[in-house]
């Protein structure tokens, strides 16, 4: 997290609400705050109710986690809600009625007309005096958007065609417990259980399913990824998207084809990407040097690598690119949103 948004976040409103605390999302959201320099005192950690104590790691400190009620919500000027979507549907509206500055990582309220989807690199204006509930899209749709955001700036975009190779984190906690326990399994030789979180095992496999099947055989995570983009681009560039889902913990990446109204070379897409915010270059297949989900889970960049100029099509480039999903995937989007929206006078710090 750079400098400015650590000192932005420090100095920002409180109390902060991370609802959802103990899930993939939420932990990581109390670590980059932690880092951040937020005190402990100023954030409150929520889940749901439950009978016995629980507790999570801020820093070298242990914040308890209280229930997601009205007179805990009721408090917090700013909350991030990173909770399955039926939790977001009834309490991201309830409190930004009341003033709380929501940032909504479901994908409840991202199409919504009226509810800004946010990208800061790429649509931050949209964070305005008076705004009270932000989404954020989702973990694929993110650094694809970042990405074609910068090509834009130099040739007009055609279409896009994209496939994922998306991280088992990306289904939160239950599905990564569930992708250990197969692994397990396989190697001990013995039955696993049944697969709950997908429809098919992932360990040793790939499944072209991400969510269910919907509208003209796209599953719910390919049309979130393809309007999405066009939402945070404020395009209608067509996206066509197939979603896989791989064996991998962390990290999500994507082969994206994307055709322009005027030749493009890579050699020129290489030139835009480079220096830009929240991109790292890394492109000498020679060398071996590409972008790996390995190597981009845990840094906050979107890794960008294998730039191709089209042998057949002068208007088209191809390129690889990974990114951590749970980090600007998910979590620091988020943390980035707050510190724009504190930059933007959005919110009073
Ligand atoms: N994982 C990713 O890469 C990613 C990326 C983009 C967006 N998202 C979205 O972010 C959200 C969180 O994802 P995740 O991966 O962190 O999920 P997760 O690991 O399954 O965590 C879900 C969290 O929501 C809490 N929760 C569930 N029902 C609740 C309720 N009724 N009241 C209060 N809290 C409740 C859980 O608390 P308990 O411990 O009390 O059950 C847990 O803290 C989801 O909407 C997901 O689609 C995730």
């Known amino acids: 997290m750079g400098a400015a948004t650590a000192a932005g976040l420090a100095a920002g ?70 909770t399955p979507n039926e939790v977001s549907a009834h309490w991201a509206p309830w409190a930004a009625r009341r003033g709380t500055l929501v940032i909504d990582k479901s994908s409840r309220w991202r199409m919504d007309p009226a509810v800004p989807l946010v990208v800061p690199e790429v649509n931050g204006h949209h964070l305005v005096p008076g705004v009270r509930l932000v989404s954020t899209p989702n973990c694929s749709t993110i650094p694809l958007a970042m990405v074609l ?86 395009s209608p560039v067509p996206v066509v998207a197939t979603a896989v889902r791989v064996p991998v913990a962390v990290g999500h990446s994507e082969s994206v084809a994307i055709q322009c109204a005027a030749p493009v070379a890579a050699g020129e897409v290489r030139a835009w990407l480079s220096d830009a ?9 020679a060398q071996g040097i590409f972008p790996t989900p390995r190597e981009a889970a845990g840094t906050d960049d979107v890794w960008v690598g294998r730039v191709r100029s089209d042998p057949y099509a002068a208007d088209t480039v191809h390129l690889f690119l990974s990114c951590d999903n749970l980090r600007k995937g998910a979590a620091l989007n988020g943390l980035h949103i707050l510190a724009e929206a504190i930059r933007r006078g959005a919110i009073s710090a």
């Open 13 to 82: 409103p409180a109390p902060i609400a991370v609802v959802g605390a103990t899930g993939l999302v939420g932990e990581l959201l109390l670590d980059l705050l932690a880092e951040a320099g937020v005190p402990a005192r100023a954030v409150m950690a929520l889940a749901t109710e439950r009978r016995e104590a629980r507790a999570v790691a801020y820093g070298s400190e242990q914040l308890a986690v209280q229930g997601l009620q009205e007179d805990t919500l009721g408090r917090a000027a700013v909350a991030f809600m990173a």
């Open 149 to 234: 955001n910068l090509v834009r700036r130099h040739r007009a975009l055609v279409r896009v065609v994209v496939s994922t190779y998306q991280a088992v984190s990306g289904s939160g906690r239950e599905a990564l417990e569930e992708w250990a326990a197969q692994a397990r399994a396989e190697w001990a030789g013995i039955p696993a259980p049944p697969p709950r979180a997908y429809p098919a095992p992932i360990a040793g496999n790939v499944l072209p399913q991400c969510d269910v099947f919907g509208e003209a055989g796209f599953t719910g995570e390919e049309w979130k990824l393809m309007r999405e983009t066009q939402k945070v681009l404020d």
């Open 277 to 285: 915010p929240g991109i790292r270059l890394a492109d000498d297949p």
